[in-house]
């Protein structure tokens, strides 16, 4: 979940799943934080409807550790 000040600048991150308040500082996350926005479609029961959510790292890595299928990874090369 993310709440924003007037002016759009990103003010709190907290975890959709275990609730814990990330660390923003200067609009900028300070820990590791995965947001999903997702436009579900005609073929969904969720036709028409927007889902946006945020996962810390251990949210993250604990749903990820259930898959049959392993998340793909690669390494990043460049950092922006």
């Given at each position: 979940?993310?709440?924003?000040?007037?002016?759009?600048?990103?003010?709190?991150?907290?975890?959709?799943?275990?609730?814990?308040?990330?660390?923003?500082?200067?609009?900028?996350?300070?820990?590791?934080?995965?947001?999903?926005?997702?436009?579900?479609?005609?073929?969904?029961?969720?036709?028409?409807?927007?889902?946006?959510?945020?996962?810390?790292?251990?949210?993250?890595?604990?749903?990820?550790?259930?898959?049959?299928?392993?998340?793909?990874?690669e390494e990043q090369l460049?950092?922006?």
């Open positions: 979940m993310r709440k924003y000040k007037n002016g759009g600048q990103l003010e709190t991150v907290i975890c959709n799943c275990c609730g814990k308040k990330i660390i923003v500082s200067k609009g900028v996350a300070r820990e590791g934080v995965i947001h999903i926005s997702h436009a579900w479609d005609f073929f969904s029961e969720k036709d028409g409807e927007v889902h946006h959510l945020d996962l810390c790292e251990t949210c993250y890595d604990a749903m990820i550790s259930e898959f049959k299928i392993p998340v793909e990874r460049e950092y922006l």
